[in-house]
Antibody, heavy 121, light 106 residues
Framework: QVQLVQSGAEVRKPGASVKVSCKASGYSFPSHGINWVRQAPGQGLEWLGW????????NYAQKIRDRVTMTTDTSTTTVYMELRTLEPDDTAIYFC??????????????WGQGTLVTVSS | DIQMTQSPSSLSASVGDRVTITCRAS??????LSWYQQKPGKAPNLLIYTTSTLQNGVPSRFSGSGSGTDFTLTITNLQPEDFATYYCQQTYTTPHFGGGTKVEVK
């Protein structure tokens, strides 16, 4: 069965960086991209970016474009999202989610369990 | 960026009711509109994509319609497990979610 398993909760100070991992299994890894979405406490969903596993292309939300990098390790079927220069407003649950297509941004049909990132001094 | 506006932000309904949620895009997204359901403490669940295509396993009481800038999610014969928050999302350009609609028990 399709599974996306994310790394555990993180606590960082403002200005630090965090790298969240998302290990995929149960499907052909290059046949789908990965979206990253976050949800601040009590708030709605915010799309952060997308990476194509098959060609490595990325597309990032304007709001965080200068601070985010999404990468993939095909040998371990793991996708990573690194967010730098963290601010308290980055406190949120971060989700990885599989897209329905490999090389364009599409909706997400399977989701990870979420990773809570807390930014606090 | 194309912004998405959902209405209402919340609504109260009873089991068996018909519920309609609206999503409006700031410019056309053609048919590239999806709907998700999210329950507290859980990841979102894809219900509908490309405006009206039901994701595998989603009950037929969920339906979607619309085109261009105006879209609707309809739940007929609301069931207890349908009380949740619903989000629309456009994927025509850089994706954006709507603000969400919480469906609560009347």
């Amino acid at each position: 069965q399709v599974q996306l398993v994310q790394s555990g909760a993180e606590v960082r100070k403002p200005g630090a960086s965090v790298k969240v991992s998302c290990k995929a299994s149960g499907y052909s890894f290059p046949s789908h991209g990965i979206n990253w979405v976050r949800q601040a406490p009590g708030q709605g969903l915010e799309w952060l970016g997308w990476i194509s596993i098959s060609n490595g292309f990325t597309n990032y939300a304007q709001k965080i474009r200068d601070r985010v990098t999404m990468t993939t390790d095909t040998s371990t079927t793991t996708v990573y999202m690194e967010l730098r220069t963290l601010e308290p407003d980055d406190t949120a649950i971060y989700f990885c989610a599989r897209t329905t297509a490999p090389t364009v941004i599409t909706p997400s049909d399977y989701w990870g369990q979420g990773t809570l990132v807390t930014v606090s001094s | 960026d194309i912004q998405m506006t959902q209405s209402p932000s919340s609504l109260s309904a009873s089991v068996g009711d018909r519920v309609t949620i609206t999503c409006r895009a700031s410019q056309t997204v053609y048919k590239y509109l999806s709907w998700y359901q999210q329950k507290p403490g859980k990841a979102p669940n894809l219900l509908i994509y490309t405006t009206s295509t039901l994701q595998n396993g989603v009950p037929s009481r969920f339906s979607g319609s619309g085109s261009g800038t105006d879209f609707t999610l309809t739940i007929t014969n609301l069931q207890p497990e349908d009380f949740a928050t619903y989000y629309c999302q456009q994927t025509y350009t850089t994706p954006h979610f709507g603000g969400g609609t919480k469906v609560e028990v009347k």
